[in-house]
Antibody, heavy 124, light 113 residues
Framework: QVQVVESGGAVVQPGGSLRLSCAAS????????MHWVRQAPGRGLEWVAYIRYDGGNKYYSESVKGRFTISRDNSKNTLYLEIYNLRPEDTALYYC?????????????????WGQGTLVTVSS | DIVMTQSPDSLAVSLGERAAINCKSSQSVLHSSNNENYLAWYQQKPGQPPKLLIY???TRESGVPDRFSGSGSATDFTLTVSSLQAEDVAIYYC?????????FGGGTKVEIK
């Protein structure tokens, strides 16, 4: 079945860096755009970034632009999020989610399915 | 950024009764080019990731029970659960995709009365 599984979360000191991964299976990964969304403990959802199916376009929220980099390796069916200069407010469960549309060249839209998430904790 | 405001923050509904959740956007998400509302709804059960329920404001995702329906246009939207079941206890979020950054409402918690 369609599945995405995140990994790479950790406890990191402020100013540190991390790379999150999202392994996709059950669908043709190279046909779908992908998102990262985060959820701080006990809080709502915050969209972080999106990458088009071919990596041709990337979109970021203002709160992470310049510190986060989304990328993908279609040969490995894997999505990445590189996070630099981590701040305490980046503490959250980070989800990856698929754009259900095939070959979408339009800006990002709705999301599904979502993975279980990987926890990033920024603390000294 | 488009701000999405949901109401109420929480509601308690008896089993079999109707639940309605409202979502208001700070600007219209109705696109004139295709007359579509760029709005989706998600369900997040405790300890689980969000699940897509509805997109284009009223198109039900495959496999979603037909007791879930979406309505509204431009800036005012409603998610309705026609007959609440025990498994519908969750937090529900609306999301606009009219423009980036994509933004979510603050969530509405639905419980059984």
């Amino acid at each position: 079945q369609v599945q995405v599984v995140e990994s790479g979360g950790a406890v990191v000191q402020p100013g540190g860096s991390l790379r999150l991964s999202c392994a996709a299976s059950g669908f043709t990964f190279s046909n779908h755009g992908m998102h990262w969304v985060r959820q701080a403990p006990g809080r709502g959802l915050e969209w972080v970034a999106y990458i088009r199916y071919d990596g041709g376009n990337k979109y970021y929220s203002e709160s992470v632009k310049g510190r986060f980099t989304i990328s993908r390796d279609n040969s490995k069916n894997t999505l990445y999020l590189e996070i630099y200069n981590l701040r305490p407010e980046d503490t959250a469960l980070y989800y990856c989610a698929r754009d259900p549309r095939v070959g979408a060249t339009f800006p990002p839209a709705w999301l599904g399915p979502w993975g279980q998430g990987t926890l990033v904790t920024v603390s000294s | 950024d488009i701000v999405m405001t949901q109401s109420p923050d929480s509601l308690a509904v008896s089993l079999g009764e109707r639940a309605a959740i409202n979502c208001k956007s700070s600007q219209s998400v109705l696109h004139s080019s295709n007359n579509e509302n760029y709005l989706a709804w998600y369900q997040q059960k405790p300890g689980q990731p969000p699940k897509l329920l509805i997109y284009w404001a009223s198109t039900r995702e495959s496999g979603v029970p037909d007791r879930f329906s979406g309505s509204g246009s431009a800036t005012d939207f409603t998610l309705t659960v026609s007959s609440l079941q025990a498994e519908d206890v969750a937090i529900y979020y609306c999301q606009q995709y009219y423009t980036t950054p994509l933004t979510f409402g603050g969530g509405t918690k639905v419980e059984i009365k």
